[in-house]
């Protein structure tokens, strides 16, 4: 009899769980917000500061600096960021590698304390922790899920942090100033589209955490829309001022 033969015939899973610890979902989403936060608080701010005046190129200019500045800084904040925990994390699985071929038996038993106080027999914890140390490789995935709560065969990855990090704030940053793009001369229509823009990236992050479609998205806008008023309203009286 073979071992596919030989197992039990469990019920079929019927949920699937999405990649919530990938290197890619963080960035992403906190890159859209940023973005179309940052970008519509700068471009309010100008306009605050420019009202009256009907050339707007201040503020397009304001916009496509603060789109270009922002991706390039976030992906390398991103980059350094994801990189220094890659580098951490595979630093002390190496460690437990060495210590795993160096010491096995203590290892073994550190792994079986561990499971024991999972709630397994002594016994059985001792056996299956035996078992997984016959492979090595095996032995250091386990350790490092178990101790410091990483995947060695799924570190994040730093480029790929910086890559969705940079594109995700170009497109959230580009949506406030590209109403003047295309022939706006308020910051009404920016706001409108950046407001809308910022619910549905907060439904949308609702997705993958248990709050409401509706809380997320209002949330995000509420505060995006906060964040514009304080700065237009900063830029208003330091224009007021003659400052500007």
Not at 11 to 16: F, K, S, V, Y
Not at 158 to 163: E, K, S, W
Request: charged share 15%; glycine share 12%; net charge negative.
């Amino acid at each position: 009899m073979t071992a596919d033969a030989a197992a039990p015939d469990y019920p079929e899973i019927t949920h699937e769980h999405p990649d919530v610890t990938g290197g890619w979902l963080r960035p992403a989403v906190f890159g859209a917000m940023d973005g179309l936060v940052s970008n519509l608080a700068l471009i309010a701010g100008v306009a605050g500061g420019t009202r009256g005046n009907a050339d707007s190129s201040a503020v397009v200019l304001a916009g496509l600096a603060g789109l270009a500045a922002g991706a390039f800084s976030m992906a390398a904040g991103e980059y350094t960021s994801v990189a220094s925990q890659t580098e951490a994390a595979q630093r002390e699985i190496d460690k437990e590698r060495r210590e795993i071929v160096s010491n096995p038996k203590a290892e073994i038993g550190e792994l079986a304390e561990m499971y024991v106080d999972k709630g397994l027999d002594r016994e059985l914890a001792l056996e299956v922790a035996r078992q997984i140390h016959v492979d090595v490789d095996r032995a250091v995935a386990v350790h490092a899920r178990e101790e410091l709560g990483v995947d060695p065969d799924d570190l994040a990855s730093p480029m790929l942090a910086a890559g969705s990090s940079f594109l995700s704030f170009a497109v959230g940053a580009l949506l406030p100033v590209l109403p003047y793009l295309v022939g706006a001369s308020s910051l009404l229509p920016g706001l409108v589209v950046t407001l809308v823009a910022l619910f549905v990236c907060g439904a949308v992050v609702t997705q993958v955490t248990s709050r409401s479609w509706w809380f997320g998205g209002f949330r995000q806008m509420l505060l995006g829309g906060a964040a514009a008023a304080l700065t237009y309203g900063i830029g208003s009286l330091v224009g007021s001022s003659g400052l500007g």
